[in-house]
């Protein structure tokens, strides 16, 4: 019994010192707004080798620490009331972390009150634009002040409507104080967090698929750390899972996915597998009306929220504005070498994978039958790709995008998930010193922990056999 406290109490103790830098810098600052002029881990003077350091030492623990209370969940959890529970304590913690890893939190905060408090269309307007024209005084807009000086400012919105309303409805509550913004985004962040747990485990009534995702590092730290709108992209997908699987209502689960969609556009690669899904027991004429009818509905339900903000047509170039950045990947460093070439080797991959892609819906649709369990596995993979070979601007945060799915998911591909988890969040920083050496490391800790999983089998048998 003391082992197994000792080992929950590892889990605080690691969670605490991974946000006490950022409770430190509160207590010394008394506000977020300062806070990209020390964008390190201890958040002080500290030479930036220690900082990393430090932080690959409590990053290591933590994960250590994640993996052990889900390997022995049963033994630390009697019922899932303890489980949301303790997960509900650590999210809490988190509140205190500062955006140490991503300040793309202003950016949110920015838009939301150029919006709502300019009444600017943040799609044809950009915050830097504006303030400069207009000649905004930013000393009484703290909000509007961390958005101008953001990475991002000279960036009209490059995600849906649904997404641009949350940050309007967040920045009335926050009267235009960019320290009240911020903890009204945490309490919002955590109570998303709280509900896909929920919808998580009303989809697979188990705890371990809770856990996994409830107390993963890379969700506390991006999610409600860093506080980035993927959380509500997870709710809305989970949702629209959870209307299909569990109440066979294909309207709803369109609507919750066009909000998904209507936050980042990425979860439109789902819509066939869920359609597919539903006309499972169709025939193959059928199939082929049933997706062009529910293939409308959804496209329809999708462009009424930009209509709201829509002047003409270019609106709807917010969805390619990302793939002329690179950042964090191989292109980055090839296009800073070969552009042109880069522009159109990014170009046929995405001709090949919309052909694969087609095929594969192509495939289910003539099927025999149809599972649902296959057709995610199939998804997650899509997924992975689309992260990996067409996303130029690559993010960490965009792992979470495969949470949703791992309930459905065989147990290598879980672990492969954990696996590409734990080495971006491991090496994150080191993009401080060099994009090269941030990628080389990445990769030396993903084959690293693959090959030591593979030798020491039982110690690492974390899920179990089979799920």
């Not at 009204?184 to 705890?207: D, E, G, Q, T």
């Not at 792992?399 to 492969?416: D, G, Q």
Request: with cysteine; hydrophobic share 50%.
């Amino acid at each position: 019994m003391k082992k197994l406290r000792l080992n929950r109490l590892l889990y605080i103790i690691t969670t605490i010192l991974l946000v006490l830098p950022s409770f430190l810098y509160l207590l010394r600052r008394k506000t977020f707004i300062l806070f990209n002029k020390e964008n390190y881990f201890l958040q002080n003077d500290s030479d930036l080798l220690i900082q990393l350091i430090t932080y690959f030492i409590v990053i290591i623990l933590f994960i250590v620490a994640y993996l052990r209370l889900i390997k022995k969940r049963n033994d630390y959890f009697k019922n899932i009331k303890y489980v949301f529970i303790f997960i509900f304590i650590i999210s809490c913690i988190f509140i205190v972390v500062t955006p140490f890893l991503s300040s793309d939190i202003y950016y949110y905060l920015g838009i939301g009150r150029l919006s709502q408090q300019y009444n600017q269309n943040p799609y044809y307007v950009n915050m830097r634009d504006f303030v400069d024209k207009e000649n905004i005084n930013l000393d009484n807009d703290t909000m509007l002040l961390v958005g101008y000086n953001n990475v991002w400012s000279e960036t009209t919105v490059v995600y849906g409507p649904i997404w641009t309303m949350i940050c309007e409805s967040f920045s009335k509550l926050s009267l235009g104080n960019a320290d009240i913004g911020l903890l009204v985004f945490k309490i919002a962040s955590i109570v998303v967090h709280m509900l896909n747990c929920y919808y998580i485990y009303k989809i697979s009534k188990r705890k371990l698929f809770v856990l996994i995702y409830g107390l993963n590092p890379l969700v506390l730290l991006d999610g409600i750390g860093n506080m980035h709108n993927d959380l509500y992209l997870l709710l809305f997908t989970l949702i629209s899972l959870y209307m299909i699987t569990k109440k066979n209502d294909i309207h709803l689960s369109l609507v919750f996915l066009s909000l998904s969609v209507n936050i980042k556009f990425v979860m439109i690669l789902l819509l066939p597998f869920i359609v597919l899904y539903y006309l499972k027991d169709k025939k193959i004429l059928d199939r082929i009306i049933g997706c062009l009818v529910f293939g409308s509905e959804f496209l329809i339900i999708t462009i009424l929220p930009f209509l709201l903000y829509m002047q003409d047509l270019s609106i709807f170039t917010c969805m390619l504005v990302q793939r002329e950045r690179y950042s964090n990947n191989i292109y980055h460093i090839l296009f800073s070498l070969i552009p042109n070439f880069i522009r159109k080797i990014k170009d046929i991959l995405l001709i090949i994978f919309f052909i694969v892609y087609s095929t594969i819906c192509i495939r289910i649709l003539i099927s025999k039958k149809i599972n649902f369990r296959k057709l995610i596995n199939i998804f997650t993979t899509i997924l992975l790709v689309f992260i990996f070979v067409l996303l130029t601007n690559f993010q960490t945060w965009y792992l979470m995008w495969l949470m949703p799915f791992i309930m459905w998911s065989k147990t290598k591909k879980i672990k492969l998930i954990f696996n590409i988890q734990i080495a971006y969040l491991i090496s994150y920083p080191v993009l401080a010193f060099n994009i090269v050496v941030y990628l080389f490391i990445t990769f030396l800790i993903f084959f690293t922990i693959t090959i030591v999983q593979k030798k020491y089998r039982k110690k690492f048998l974390i899920l179990g056999k089979n799920l």
